[in-house]
């Protein structure tokens, strides 16, 4: 009964194909939804609702300008001024397969953490800190990505270009798998109910 249970959490396992992305050419970024922030309203914003998403700042107002744009890749751009807020939470209306996002003037790591529904950690990324150029970073895991903070120590960033990629129904657990386990766990119980009424 127990190699069948771990067997079956190998399956289910390999089916989450999480991965830390690094390029917008990534495959799991495929038909992406991108948001530039060019049509937002410049100004403070505690939450910013965009189509999708939900970029809620964690210990202060977050901006959104076109201040800094040579830090990032044009336009307007969200960011932390002074380091607030020193994280963003991006709540998606659905889960979703991947995201990612290009940041800018950066001077510490940044960690990524993506969550699940139920507010389990689906992995986490550090980013390396590496001034300033715009690097692209972001997360991609099947098992649905309903929630990513994006956290530092007292860093200011810029932020643009968020991808946003719907959770792909071929990276859903294969339901004739499953159900395949689930008979051979009842068969395997059969088995041994009958060995114990023989004894």
């Not at 991006?90 to 969550?115: D, E, H």
Request: aromatic share 10%; proline share 6%; with cysteine.
């Amino acid at each position: 009964m127990k190699k069948l249970v771990a067997a079956l959490a190998l399956i289910l396992a390999g089916s989450s194909h999480a991965a830390v992305l690094t390029s917008t050419a990534a495959p799991q970024l495929a038909g992406a939804t991108i948001h530039t922030f060019d049509d937002v309203t410049p100004g403070a914003y505690a939450v910013l609702n965009l189509p999708g998403v939900q970029i809620i700042g964690n210990g202060g107002p977050m901006s959104v300008d076109s201040n800094n744009s040579s830090f990032g890749i044009g336009g307007r751009q969200l960011n932390n001024y002074s380091g607030s807020p020193s994280s963003f939470d991006l709540v998606f209306t659905a889960p979703v397969g991947a995201f990612g996002i290009y940041s800018g003037a950066v001077n510490a790591p940044w960690v990524y953490t993506a969550y699940d529904v139920d507010g389990n950690e689906l992995e986490s990324f550090t980013t390396p800190g590496t001034c300033c150029g715009v690097e692209f970073y972001g997360l991609a895991n099947a098992a649905g990505i309903a929630r990513v903070n994006l956290r530092t120590s007292y860093d200011w960033a810029v932020f643009d270009n968020l991808y946003v990629a719907a959770l792909a129904p071929a990276d859903l657990p294969e339901p004739a798998s499953i159900a395949l386990f689930g008979a051979a766990i009842a068969a395997y119980a059969g088995t041994r109910r009958a060995k114990r009424a023989r004894k």
